[in-house]
């Protein structure tokens, strides 16, 4: 390739070695390129070091404009060491020619994109994602993008977001897991081996991005960018274990948060960045602001872009997404003496590594393959997996007298604003999506239901009264199709509709940019022009099945109490309306479990399963006001929807647990066994559940914690043993002196549906 034998006569013997190696992102320690990055280094003006850590935003370039750009000029100088927001291997192939073909090191871009929950083929979003509980199909959703994305000539995705939250105000719930550290760290290792597969120097992977770190998902009051503030015990126990389990899984880079953490922003935080990351963790990938990270830290107090660049460098910062703090400050800093050389020469030897673990200097196109663009990306195969994906991450919440399945026969009256809205169905963050190629819920109860069924459609409403709120719960090309009518005319064409049909399949919920990246809220309710329309719709008399759209989870008292059927469908990626009518028709037995508590009242926010119990508990059973206990005058303690729950076609009866012994010493196991049989008339899938409680310890512990988890398939009167084994090493935490201990005492085993109802039993760990 003539790019490459460029790159070769440029830097002679130093870059002739083979770049095919094993992909371990985070061995850099022991790099093999240590040696040819040297060499590089050597050859670096102070300036061109500098332009390596500056992640400017591309806005997409125009094909053939690239040339006559600003960013091109740029990268011509060397002042630029990766693009993101562009995509499409045309226009990367374009900018990368002027790297390594215009500069005078000839040294590679990367090129970094959101690929959050899929790419074109855009699977449901992460927390409903979450919900199916399934490792390998998610790792497989990871592989797909990670196959789609390189295909369009990208090579770093800003995924996995693995940020615990327990606050559903937050909007960025949607782009997590869920509340739960265990289930989170085994979503993040999927999460970055699909993206990163077995070897990083092959062509269909992409450098994945652990973020954001961290504790972005405890901001106060669920407010974006928000404080965040929390004792060392807490921090290690139930918010870090994500991010180590992303870093053990070998991911390549580390996104640093928006919030501060111990009263110091994460971009500018050493012990953070550095302490904890590099020295304990042994991570050796590199670090990588958030969106003008360093530049924000100047209004939280610390300082000029000038002291705050060095201040994020001096952490451990490696690269600023385009904010230019490092492009125009850091030689600066560096003729002063702010900022040592070595700190950042070590920073420009960390994004050089990254560059030749994914084969960049050998063939700096290898992500420009037009074939691969035409028939890897959007294909049959995988949009018949998304739809299998969003089916499985549905979520029954009731059921009463089993109005679901559905049957195909009768009329059907699908009525609400965001039955016919492709736009809103991928969900927030879904930027390679081509929205207007999304299945809505109306197009694809129609294929599914083909001519057995008749289909009424009506909008009902609007998405809310306040046309203003609407205008943003619409932003980033997620409007709803323009409707002039009022919401009385709309809700006058429902009930009529209504009145013909056998059965009122109610389409409602948030927008898909209710949720998402700066779309907190205070009321996390159905709109209440949706609320209105939805009584109007249970006063017919007809059987109601409510389908909700949500990015977190939601208020749902009074439809709970009133609606005989809900089923959650998040937004469930691109073939949405296919997903949501194979199971509404039954083709697909709903197994998906919540993976984030719902409240009753945002007044119980923060609500999580794992809480500490105070000296004055009040079980979340009792539904009362007792004085002098822990509990509120005006509301239960417990939820609506505990985590784990999640109904199913059919019935689960779980008996027998069994424990292989009673004692379980430190370097031993036991089993935990429990019998799950199929009871109902449908064949379905179970996620069982196992939790521990440690009784007595040195400091407080959870009432619960999830230990293990495994989805089963059971056929209608089948009986299947299910067993979990137990080591000492699982039931470790972090104490007061930050250590990872067990303590020898008595513990308590639960196995069941759901966080809240499961079989009890003891064992006793012993000492050495």
Known sequence: MKTTKIINTFLGCLLLASCSQNNSATSNLY??????????????????????????????????????????????????????????????????????????????LLFGMDVIHGYRTTFPIPLGLSCSWDMEMIEKTARIAAIEASAD??????????????????????EGSGEDPYLGSEIAKAMVHGYQGDDLSANNTLLACVKHFALYGAVEAGRDYNTVDMSKIRMYNEYLPPYKAAIDAGVGTVMAAFNDVDGVPST????LLTDLLRND???????????????????????????????????????????EGFLTTVKKSVDEGLIPIAQLNAAVKRILIAKYELGLFENPYKYCDENRAKTEIYTQENRDFARKVGAESMVLLKNNN????????????????????????????????????????????????????????ARGSHLDYDKEFEAIATMHGKALKKEDRTNEELKAEALKIAAQSDVIIAALGESAE???????????????????????????????????????????????????????VWFSGSEAGLSISDVLFGAVNPSGKITA??????????????YKNTGRPLSNTEGKFVKFLSNYIDERNEPLFPFGFGLSYTNFKYD?????????????????SVEVTNTGNYNGKEIVQLYTRDLVGSITRPVKELKGFQKIDLKKGETKTVTFTIKAEDLKFYNSDLKFVNEPGDFEVFIGTNSSENLKSTFELLKD
């Open 31 to 108: 790099s093999p390129f240590d040696a040819k990055v040297d060499s590089i280094l050597n050859l670096m003006t102070i300036e061109e070091k500098i332009g390596q850590l500056n992640l400017p935003s591309a806005g997409d370039i125009t094909t053939g404009q690239a040339q006559s750009s600003d960013i091109a000029k740029k990268i011509e100088e060397g002042k630029v060491g990766g693009l993101f927001n562009i995509k499409s291997v045309e226009k990367i192939k374009e900018v990368q020619r002027i790297a390594v073909e215009k500069s005078r090191l000839k040294i590679p």
């Open 153 to 174: 000539g990208l090579n770093w995705t800003f995924s996995p977001m693995v940020d615990i939250s327990r606050d559903p105000r937050w909007g960025r719930v949607s």
């Open 268 to 271: 500018g935080n050493k012990w």
């Open 281 to 323: 963790w042994n991570f050796n990938g590199f670090v990588v602001t958030d969106y003008t990270g360093i530049n924000e830290m100047i209004e939280h107090g610390m300082g000029n872009l000038q002291q705050s660049s060095a201040l994020a460098l001096n952490a451990g910062v490696d690269m600023d997404m385009v904010g």
């Open 402 to 457: 089993a109005i679901l399945p559905l049957k195909k026969s009768g009329t059907i009256a699908l009525i609400g604003p965001l039955a016919d809205t492709p736009e809103n169905m991928a969900g927030t963050w879904s930027v390679a999506t081509v929205q207007s190629e999304s299945i809505s819920f109306l197009d694809g109860i129609k294929t599914v239901a083909g001519d057995k069924a008749k289909i009424l459609y």
């Open 514 to 568: 209710m949720s998402g990246e700066c779309s907190s809220r205070t009321t996390i309710e159905i709109p209440q022009v949706q609320k209105d329309l939805l009584k109007a719709l249970l006063k017919t008399g007809k059987p109601v099945v409510l389908v909700l759209f949500t990015g977190r989870p939601l208020v749902l008292v009074e439809e709970n109490n009133s609606v005989p059927a809900i089923l959650n």
């Open 597 to 610: 508590t719902f409240p009753r009242s945002v007044g119980q926010i923060p609500i999580y399963y794992s």
């Open 656 to 672: 027998n647990i069994t424990l292989s012994s009673q004692k379980l010493s430190q370097n031993g196991s036991i089993n935990v």
